[in-house]
């Protein structure tokens, strides 16, 4: 919690910062994001930045990380926990592709091209599990309701990791490896899916963009078993 003036003047700055590497993202890309632009556009001294993000790779990460935070938190808010599984999964994923849609740049910066010559860290796992974590909460909430059919297959770890098996709704007699196969392949499939719509692989081939997220998504969910 910010507390001191000195702290609020740093988390303010911080902010300046974050807010004009946005902007960049917006106009030259990620991979030609630049901290001295930065500097030059808030009319601070390079060195000053740099006490701030002591490299491109520490600012990179930091929107990395706050994209997903705020992508996750629209993910948590359009969850409806006493809806039927179904429909939380549906409204889940318009919560997501209304994100994307409203951030395309940072969408593009988490699910694009590769930034060159970037390596993430583990500081960004956390904030980029949170979509699935609410998904998986979904999937877990559906099998102790009785809402999926017995599963019975073997547990194969070469096949889904045991991080995965937590966040996917965690152990369960009607979520097997399968199950959680399904699950991996609907949630990196909702991404595709927004991926092909924002940057534009899906003209000529869909209409109305809406209807067919719907409609892609309620496949994906009867996948899974809902």
Do not use: K, N
């Amino acid at each position: 919690m910010v507390t001191t003036a000195r702290e609020r003047a740093r988390a303010e700055l911080t902010a300046e910062i974050t807010d004009s590497a946005r902007r960049q993202l917006a106009e030259v890309g990620a991979a030609a994001l630049s901290l001295r632009a930065v500097a030059r556009e808030l009319g601070m001294a390079s060195s000053a930045v740099y006490r701030y993000f002591p490299s491109r790779d520490d600012l990179l990460t930091r929107l990395i990380i706050d994209g997903y935070d705020d992508l996750g938190a629209a993910a948590e808010a359009a969850d409806a926990p006493d809806a039927p599984p179904l429909e939380r999964w549906l409204a889940v994923c318009r919560g997501v592709r209304t994100w994307a849609r409203a951030h395309p740049h940072e969408y593009a910066l988490l699910f694009g091209s590769p930034v060159p010559g970037y390596q993430a860290p583990e500081d960004t796992v956390a904030a980029a599990s949170r979509v699935g974590v609410v998904l998986g909460r979904i999937l877990g909430d559906a099998a102790r309701a009785g809402a999926l059919p017995p599963a019975g297959d073997e547990r194969d770890a070469a096949l889904v990791s045991d991080d995965a098996v937590a966040v996917l709704g965690g152990e369960h007699p009607s979520l097997d490896d399968a199950v959680r196969l399904r699950a991996l392949l609907a949630w990196s499939s909702l991404y595709g899916a927004i991926s092909f719509e924002l940057f534009g692989h899906f003209v000529g081939s869909v209409e109305d963009g809406d209807r067919f997220f719907d409609r892609a998504m309620t496949e994906l969910a009867r996948m899974i078993g809902f």
